[in-house]
């Protein structure tokens, strides 16, 4: 496939929206929707059989939802991975880690965003107070056993793809360790 051309039809500090003209390789034209988000960086924080999760408000869904820290940096900046998920971290849960191993990496909607995940597993864990932002005020953080995790996936109280995808890096992660 070739870009042809590409306009910009929406953009705010979080996101781009923009339309690309195509050529396929059959000479046919088309157009491709894209929406550009930065990358972001999804957390796992561990201690003991305890993962911590925090749940706020999916507007888009318009409910609750219970996931593994993730975030972006502020005004689609490019931020080191490993940095971001310190601060996603530290900013939603109020945790510091000892210790981040970075698991994977996770590819959002690859059909219509560019937006990709790096996965870190958190241990040596530390409490201390979150500094979230103004959009993440009705958040809450909570710990929960592994298997109680896994019995919400089931259930449907966990739908978060990048969540439960990261999940699954750890397992790989765990299976490989000797």
Avoid at 32 to 46: E, Q, S, T
Avoid at 69 to 76: I, L
Avoid at 82 to 110: F, N, W
Avoid at 153 to 171: E, M
């Amino acid at each position: 496939m070739e870009t042809l051309g590409s306009r910009e039809v929406y953009a705010n500090q979080w996101m781009v929206v923009r339309e690309d003209a195509i050529g396929r390789a059959d000479g046919t034209t088309g157009i491709y929707g894209v929406v550009d988000k930065p990358d972001f960086a999804l957390v796992i924080p561990m201690d003991g059989e305890r993962l911590r999760l925090v749940e706020q408000f999916r507007y888009p869904l318009g409910m609750r939802r219970w996931e593994f820290p993730q975030g972006t940096a502020p005004e689609r900046a490019d931020v080191d991975p490993l940095v971001l998920a310190e601060r996603e971290l530290r900013e939603e849960t109020g945790l510091r880690a000892g210790k981040l191993v970075q698991l994977g990496l996770l590819d959002v909607a690859p059909g219509m965003s560019s937006q990709r995940g790096r996965v870190f597993l958190a241990t040596e864990l530390r409490e201390g107070f979150h500094e979230r932002e103004h959009e993440e005020q009705d958040m809450r953080s909570a710990w929960f056993p592994r298997a109680e995790f896994e019995a919400m996936i089931a259930r449907g109280d966990i739908t978060d793809a990048q969540s439960i995808a990261a999940y699954t890096l750890l397992l790989l992660h765990e299976h490989a360790q000797p």
